[in-house]
């Protein structure tokens, strides 16, 4: 096995993830990523541990098969919220989590976690690593590194384990103090993991031998790491990526002797054009805004170059940094309305309990196909991913509980204007739901409505507790365009 390339921790003693990561990165895709562009990649906010969610999701997104075991429910945090931290961890890794980490910010990355990742939520052993080494994975280990230097006390850590050596590992450990190809015992790492119930994370990492030959926006994304795919499948539409002088398609089948070039500078990923938003509303601690139709609340890449909400407020936020820094829940882009933001940690917190715990109250304003028949309703179905169309939602038996309460306001032969207030907030919830009664939104050709100017639905209203204690209700107004719409029909 060729030599994995080391790198060290840095003096804050909080980026040994970061390390870690270079070192996969280096190793696998022969392609070096500076400390600054790995702080980019996994979103990292000066002092505060990252967990890990985010930048799994962008390794599997590369080509690499990413196999996680550890206890946490993700499933279970994304609809609990911090109460459900108080079960999961033991109370000296929960304050250090609660103190250092970005624990709390990090539910909005669950859902495109657990579909791409190979997650199993059990303790992980000794057993597992070796498995994992036998298969050509490289092994990252979170720890208590106190206990792997034989201390009193608990701090989360990050290693990387390279190979098995009878009853040892080597490791590289990005430190303090930094030691590469360091040879520690199983069963001092057995000790540091936790024993047995452990709560730690152990994740392997190798090139997914199903993702081979690689599609040519996915070669793309191998590198220049900080493009998301559809970022990247957009300079191979514009001709940026060419194949043995020749433009292809996207989805063309990289073969090991072609020549590839990429006319992209990665330095032009930070420069990223101002946006200016409708505010509805600001305070210390939040920002509401009226999203326009078209624009996205946050990037659906490590980073790309596309204004959103989220770098409109990267102004205004304190101690918040990635490419979701502020950002408490989400409209499409295809949807516009009434959109919260936060400018600090206590106040994001603050705000996306409320949002777990059901404690906001949303009103949308749609366009339908039809006239709904009762014109007043709750629609109590479950919602489950398609699993013939993954991008999508659909009504199904082993799916979530989902509710939408809806009033017709105005009726027309062929369209109606409804009010809809969800009591769940499922992705897709009130399309998947209109969809399902025959009365698809329109312009949500996703769903099967019939094409328009725009997805006809906005988020009208917003009944929430700012982090001053003031309970609010912040409007909307509907756009032009759902007026001259309902005269034209």
């Known amino acids: 096995m060729k030599k994995v390339p080391f790198y060290s921790n840095d003096a804050d003693n909080m980026q040994c993830m970061i390390a870690v990561y270079r070192m996969i990165v280096e190793h696998f895709l022969h392609k070096q990523m500076s400390a600054a562009d790995m702080r980019k990649f996994v979103g990292y906010e000066p002092g505060v541990a990252a967990w890990t969610l985010r930048p799994l999701t962008q390794f599997v997104h590369m080509g690499f098969d990413v196999r996680m075991i550890e206890p946490f429910d993700y499933a279970r945090y994304a609809e609990e919220g911090e109460a459900y931290l108080q079960t999961a961890m033991p109370p000296e890794q929960l304050k250090w989590q609660l103190e250092h980490s970005n624990i709390l910010s990090m539910q909005q990355y669950i859902p495109e976690f657990l579909r791409t990742v190979k997650h199993e939520r059990r303790s992980p052993t000794l057993a597992d690593i070796d498995d994992m080494l036998t298969q050509g994975y490289l092994v990252n280990v979170m720890l208590n590194s106190k206990a792997l230097n034989h201390q009193e006390g608990y701090t989360a850590h990050s290693v990387l384990v390279l190979r098995e050596e009878g009853s040892n590992y080597v490791i590289h450990d990005p430190g ?12 001092d790492l057995w000790q540091a993991m936790g024993d047995e119930g452990n709560s730690n994370e152990v994740t392997g990492f190798r090139l997914n031998p199903d993702r081979f030959p690689q599609r040519l926006d996915q070669y793309v994304i191998t590198q220049i790491p900080r493009l998301s795919r559809a970022f990247a499948a957009k300079l191979v539409e514009e001709g940026k990526v060419l194949v043995n002088g020749t ?3 996207p989805g063309y089948k990289v073969k090991s002797a072609d020549t590839i070039t990429i006319d992209y500078e990665e330095s032009q990923l930070d420069i990223v054009p101002d946006i200016d938003l409708p505010i509805l509303y600001e305070d210390d601690d939040c920002v509401v805004i009226n999203k326009p139709v078209g624009v996205l609340t946050h990037s659906k890449g490590p980073l790309s170059a596309e204004a959103t909400v989220a770098t409109f ?5 304190q101690g918040l940094g990635g490419d979701r820094g502020g950002i408490v829940h989400r409209l499409d882009r295809a ?8 400018k600090n940690q206590e106040a994001l917190s603050f705000l996306q309990k409320q949002f777990a715990n059901r ?6 304003m749609a366009i339908v196909s039809g006239h709904l ?14 699993p013939q169309a993954p991008a999508t939602f659909r009504v199904g038996a082993n799916g979530k509980p989902s509710t939408t309460t809806y009033k017709v306001v105005q009726a027309h032969t062929q369209v ?4 809809l207030k969800p009591a769940t907030g499922r992705t897709h919830q009130l399309r998947v739901h209109l969809a399902h009664l025959g009365h698809p939104i329109v312009g ?14 906005h988020a009208e209203s917003l009944e929430i507790t700012l982090p001053n204690g003031e309970r609010k209700t912040f409007t909307a107004p509907l756009p032009p365009a759902f007026s001259a719409t309902m005269e034209a029909a």
């Open 247 to 249: 433009q292809r398609k």
């Open 444 to 457: 949500d050709v996703l769903y099967g409505g019939k094409p328009a100017e725009r997805l006809f639905l």
């Open 373 to 386: 028949n009762p014109e007043a309703a709750i629609i109590d179905m479950p919602i489950e991913r398609n």
């Open 313 to 317: 407020m990267r102004s205004r936020v």
């Open 359 to 364: 404690h906001v109250k949303k009103t949308y």
């Open 416 to 419: 109606s204007l409804i009010e």
């Open 335 to 342: 949807t516009s309305g009434v959109l919260i933001c936060a």
């Open 176 to 187: 303090l103090p930094p030691v590469p190809d360091r040879v520690v015992s199983k069963e």
